[in-house]
């Protein structure tokens, strides 16, 4: 059958040569063999996970924050003396002020009082920006690559397994919310530790210390509440930036599930494109005896029962090529596309 539906294809180019359509500019038989083999090498393929495509880029972005960390911390303990606000260790206070500065909390209980100082700080502010804007290029990456996978391997098991069968266990699979349920109880964990640090070591009310958790792990910061001790601001330095990247980190598992519904669905609806009714191929031959329906004529019929092509697009080309128009069309109505009985296939790895 595939091979009356190759046929096809030089008929195709012979046609979009003397109409000067785009195609003509490739040989048809050479686009067939570099399409077969490149659905083999496709087939045969092992596809690398997600993690390890996004991995190096992570490497990337901690050898970025740690420059950033580094740079920004001497910069601040030089100009130190230029700001203002509540001060106790030179070092504790400038990397305590890389921290919310780089994550974006600002509590403002440390601000330049200079115009070097306000530069400098300016500077940083849009080296912290900078790194956020790589942080989410590599969430979109993650979340692209990993989508790309599904579909990839779907596609690989569905050549295995054939279409209807691969349907059947794309149907069983079940989202995963195990991930965003362990990145909330552990926002949960670390927004108790910090309400109880606040209290102990900043020695604030319980109402003061969840006002200033809410207010740095979502990273709005108003300063009228922040670590003011040596020890708290130790603290504050490694739990202000994991709290924030709690948050994001919550924020992209959420976005994980609703792209693994979607990329379900888009699964779905490719592998079923290539399923054809069985009940659309045997009214077809049932009712025309004398005449043996091939690939070429379902993928007719089914351009035409989308409405790519009309029935005077078909036998204005048929009456060219001098050849009886009469085919599927005729005997197939074209409410039977609507159904969704899922046997007979047409392998796609040589379309």
Not at 156 to 172: M, Y
Not at 213 to 220: D, E, F, K, L
Request: glycine share 6%; aromatic share 10%.
């Amino acid at each position: 059958m595939l091979g009356h539906f190759n046929s096809i294809i030089p008929l195709a180019y012979n046609a979009a040569k003397r109409t000067k359509l785009p195609m003509a500019a490739n040989d048809p038989k050479e686009t067939t063999i570099q399409s077969s083999n490149a659905t083999s090498v496709a087939a045969n393929r092992v596809f690398p996970s997600t993690i390890r495509t996004v991995l190096p880029d992570l490497k990337k972005l901690g050898m970025y924050y740690a420059f950033y960390t580094v740079v920004a911390t001497l910069s601040l303990s030089v100009l130190m003396n230029h700001m203002r606000g509540h001060k106790t260790n030179n070092f504790i206070d400038s990397l305590y002020m890389c921290v919310v500065t780089m994550t974006s909390v600002g509590y403002g209980d440390l601000f330049p009082g200079s115009v070097v100082s306000q530069l400098v700080c300016s500077v940083l502010i849009a080296g912290g920006m900078l790194l956020f804007g790589i942080v989410v290029k590599i969430a979109a990456k993650y979340l692209v690559f990993k989508q790309q996978a599904v579909l990839l391997n779907s596609l690989h098991v569905a050549r295995k397994i054939g279409p209807t069968d691969a349907l059947n266990e794309i149907e069983t699979l079940s989202i995963d919310y195990n991930k965003c349920i362990v990145s909330l109880f552990v926002m949960g964990v670390h927004f108790v530790v910090g309400i109880y640090v606040l209290c102990t070591v900043e020695e604030m009310e319980f109402d003061n210390a969840f006002y200033c958790a809410s207010s740095t792990m979502t990273t709005v910061g108003f300063g009228d509440v922040s670590f003011m001790s040596e020890s708290g601001r130790m603290f504050g330095m490694i739990w202000i930036f994991t709290g924030t990247s709690c948050v994001g980190q919550l924020f992209l598992y959420i976005a994980e599930v609703y792209t693994d519904i979607e990329a379900k669905k888009f699964v779905k609806w490719v592998i079923s494109n290539n399923v054809i009714d069985r009940n659309e191929i045997k009214a077809a031959d049932d009712l025309e005896k004398d005449k043996v329906h091939r690939a070429a004529d379902f993928i007719l019929y089914k351009l035409k029962d989308m409405g790519k092509i009309t029935q005077e697009d078909i036998s204005s080309a048929m009456k060219d090529l001098g050849v009886d128009d009469r085919s599927v069309f005729d005997v197939i109505p074209s409410q039977s596309s609507e159904k969704k009985t899922t046997t007979v296939i047409l392998p796609s790895k040589n379309l």
